[in-house]
């Protein structure tokens, strides 16, 4: 990640125990503020309430709220991407993307207030990510997708472009996050109810895979 989104403390070559449990505790803190009352209602002093510390403390760890909302989007996209990353080169493809869809599934399920703030920014353009998403996102999805297109190269993928099949995965799966609400007006539950997460995972699986598995001659 870029230096100058990293805070003082992750900056630092002495960084401690202490310093890296702030952090986190300032970035929890800062995510339910600003899902609360967003970027532009929230307040650094807010954030240090919520973090339960002062606020020359929490200015040790991040200079501005711009700092620290910034360092919520991309805690939150290294989240998303750490499974994308363990996608295995040498592994069995339907067992490598099943296991990644999984993973973002189980991470809309357990972290949709992290998944529809980040939805806001990219829908206002992603004023404060653009350069991070040009970057570090589009480098691990070109990496993952040169391992899609030669799996289907070897014929153990149908045909398909591998850019635009990462994109239906995350539509797929964080759609579960970004329309909670939705989904609870139709099904009266949301995807933390065990046997509708159940659901979410066979449904998206099975229609995913039937699309990109080759097709096996019937004996």
């Known amino acids: 990640m870029d230096d100058q989104l990293m805070s003082r403390a992750a900056a630092s070559k002495k960084r401690t125990r202490i310093q890296a449990e702030n952090e986190e505790k300032i970035l929890d803190a800062a995510l339910e503020v600003f899902s609360t009352f967003g970027f532009r209602g929230a307040t650094v002093d807010q954030i ?28 939150t996209l290294d989240m998303w991407l750490t499974p994308f990353g363990e996608m295995d080169p040498d592994g069995d493809p339907e067992g490598e ?20 703030l980040f939805l806001g920014e990219v829908m206002q353009g992603a004023p ?10 589009r480098d691990i999805v070109e990496e993952k997708a040169a391992v899609i297109a030669r799996w289907i190269a070897d014929g153990r993928l149908a ?61």
């Open 128 to 137: 404060l990510l653009s350069a991070v998403l040009a970057t570090d996102l």
């Open 159 to 219: 045909p398909v472009d591998p850019v635009h099949l990462v994109f239906m995965i995350w539509a797929m799966t964080q759609h579960y996050a970004d329309f909670d609400t939705q989904i609870r007006a139709v099904l009266g539950k949301g995807v933390s109810d065990p046997a509708v997460f159940a659901t979410a995972n066979d449904t998206v699986l099975g229609v995913l895979m039937t699309g990109i598995l080759p097709r096996r001659p019937v004996p």
């Open 48 to 75: 240090a309430a919520q973090a339960g510390m002062s606020k020359p403390n929490l200015l040790y760890y991040f200079r501005r709220k711009q700092d620290i909302y910034t360092a919520v989007l991309t805690r």
């Open 97 to 116: 993307i099943t296991a990644y869809v999984r993973a973002k599934l189980a991470q809309s399920r357990d972290h949709p207030q992290e998944s529809r």
